[in-house]
């Protein structure tokens, strides 16, 4: 079973390390101790957790069939005459977005805003991190 560490859950979930620490002392998030003494929380228990994270209500959309919706703040805007660039961070991950001046104007984008990056996509490229959960080993 692969197992993390409070600070590799932490960064996972893009929380600080206190933060996890408060959810598994308020029983919101269960870890169990290692050999070692330290808190480790089940692969599959942090799955469950994040999920859970990622079901607020307000996020969903009942008109699009988009899932995937990323919740960030607006870093930089470069606009053209018809063209514009808008990068966000959300949490640990930049996002850019190439889109209509018209539409980043209608919008109301600039930077320091909140948006959500909604994705849509046919092709997701799914990667396994070497170094994350990297004590349950593969496969377990």
Same mark, same amino acid.
């Given at each position: 079973?692969?197992?993390?560490?409070? @600070?590799?859950?932490?960064?996972?979930?893009?929380?600080?390390?206190?933060?996890?620490? =408060?959810?598994? *002392?308020?029983?919101?998030?269960?870890?169990?101790?290692?050999?070692?003494?330290?808190?480790?929380?089940?692969?599959?228990?942090?799955?469950?957790?994040?999920? +859970?994270? @990622?079901? *607020?209500?307000?996020?969903?959309?009942?008109? +699009?069939?988009?899932?995937?919706?990323?919740?960030?703040?607006?870093?930089?805007?470069?606009?053209?005459?018809?063209?514009?660039?808008? *990068?966000?961070? &959300?949490?640990?991950?930049?996002?850019?977005?190439?889109? +209509?001046?018209?539409?980043?104007?209608?919008? $109301?984008?600039?930077? $320091?805003?909140?948006?959500?990056?909604?994705?849509? +996509?046919?092709?997701?490229?799914?990667? =396994?991190?070497?170094?994350?959960?990297?004590?349950? @080993? &593969?496969?377990?």
């Amino acid at each position: 079973m692969t197992v993390y560490r409070i @600070g590799e859950a932490a960064e996972l979930l893009g929380v600080s390390v206190d933060t996890v620490r =408060r959810w598994t *002392d308020a029983g919101k998030l269960s870890a169990d101790r290692d050999e070692a003494g330290h808190r480790v929380i089940a692969g599959t228990e942090l799955a469950a957790f994040a999920r +859970s994270l @990622g079901e *607020d209500p307000e996020e969903r959309s009942e008109f +699009s069939s988009a899932r995937n919706r990323l919740r960030g703040i607006v870093t930089a805007i470069v606009k053209d005459t018809v063209m514009a660039q808008v *990068d966000m961070q &959300a949490g640990p991950f930049r996002v850019v977005s190439l889109m +209509s001046r018209e539409a980043v104007d209608e919008l $109301g984008l600039e930077v $320091g805003s909140t948006a959500v990056a909604v994705i849509k +996509s046919t092709t997701v490229v799914v990667e =396994r991190s070497p170094q994350a959960g990297a004590r349950g @080993g &593969a496969g377990k």
